[in-house]
């Protein structure tokens, strides 16, 4: 399936502002879903709408603490793809269902300790380079049934929709039609990308692929088309050699490298000469939208990163064992409300 007519680009790539508005709404709904696993009551059905103030005080995390704690377990997932060695494709399905799970449920109440293996597994599976739960678990530390009891969560999370378009090939594609344009001594590119020796070319190739493997970790995956992400790697990896790509990025704004980059850019319409400068402009708008994650990504402290994804990790447990205890309490005056376990979610609860 192409990229212009896949499920990726209908349904999982947002704007900014729709997209801080769905992790919030889902952890309102995590919030609700158990405060009722709790209370054993849900809210009837004209309820009026929520409280947000006092639904921020009740809240033991804010969107942001939990945006920390999910990048820290996509930062996780990807040290041990590249652990275990696992091609790029499965690295990047494996984040991006991390991602779109995450983009409708909160950390409140599906812990990513759980869900990160699993997608994992469930990138192995989707890409073809298959890894039993078990031999994955093993080489993990962890219980295979920790990999397999959150494969069916997942997937319903995941709307069952597994489509995924990787910026690596949109990559490669660009980096072929430059090979191209270079045997062709083409006036389409920059005089100094040109002459620039082969070597040289081959340095960018990698550089562009380590800063695709950068700005996956980003919400660039779920805001920009794969043809975006991977121009944007390529004009980093050529600024960090400084080498000028600009005319060649205005070629490939035009000719829509493998309707990737057409797709991500101009949005559709005719395809007069008009369209063509809106392509490139839309292109260029959207690449400088890309540097800014990419900045922002940069500036992160690992180590920071780990010390407060473990403070946001431990105030969940320690409000959930809070409704644990209001359970309890519960069911010494008789209620048959079975207990949530501290770190478990609702649908554990239920299981």
């Not at 809210?43 to 921020?56: E, H, L």
Request: hydrophobic letters at 45%.
């Amino acid at each position: 399936m192409n990229f212009p007519t896949s499920t990726h680009k209908r349904d999982w790539l947002f704007d900014a502002d729709t997209l801080s508005h769905k992790y919030a709404a889902a952890q309102h709904q995590a919030l609700e879903s158990l405060r009722a696993a709790r209370d054993d009551t849900s809210a009837p059905a004209d309820a009026a709408a929520p409280d947000t103030k006092k639904q921020r005080a009740d809240c033991p995390i804010s969107v942001l603490d939990e945006a920390q704690l999910k990048l820290y377990y996509q930062v996780k997932l990807k040290a041990i793809c590249e652990q275990l060695k696992m091609p790029s494709k499965v690295l990047h399905a494996s984040l991006l269902f991390f991602k779109r799970f995450y983009v409708q449920s909160s950390c409140l109440e599906h812990d990513p300790t759980r869900v990160m293996p699993t997608c994992i597994y469930l990138g192995c599976k989707v890409e073809e380079a298959y890894r039993s739960a078990e031999s994955l678990a093993k080489a993990m530390g962890i219980e295979a049934n920790t990999v397999l009891r959150y494969e069916v969560p997942l997937l319903q999370g995941l709307k069952f929709d597994l489509v995924v378009h990787s910026p690596y090939r949109a990559l490669a594609g660009l980096f072929k039609e430059l090979d191209d344009l270079r045997s062709q001594k083409s006036s389409l590119l920059d005089a100094q990308l040109l002459a620039a020796p082969p070597d040289a070319i081959d340095k960018a190739r990698g550089r562009a692929r380590a800063a695709a493997d950068s700005l996956l970790l980003t919400n660039a995956p779920l805001l920009h088309a794969p043809g975006v992400i991977a121009a944007a790697a390529l004009r980093s990896a050529f600024r960090a050699l400084q080498l000028p790509c600009h005319q060649f990025l205005r070629h490939a704004a035009q000719r829509g490298i493998q309707q990737q980059v057409a797709a991500g850019a101009a949005g559709g319409g005719s395809n007069g000469s008009l369209d063509a400068v809106a392509a490139e402009q839309q292109l260029l708008a959207s690449m400088a939208a890309v540097d800014d994650l990419a900045v922002q990504q940069g500036q992160i402290n690992e180590a920071g990163l780990q010390s407060k994804a473990a403070e946001v990790d431990r105030t969940i447990k320690l409000w959930k064992k809070g409704l644990q205890q209001q359970q309890q309490r519960s069911d010494s005056k008789g209620s048959s409300v079975p207990p949530l376990a501290v770190g478990a979610t609702a649908a554990d609860a239920m299981s």
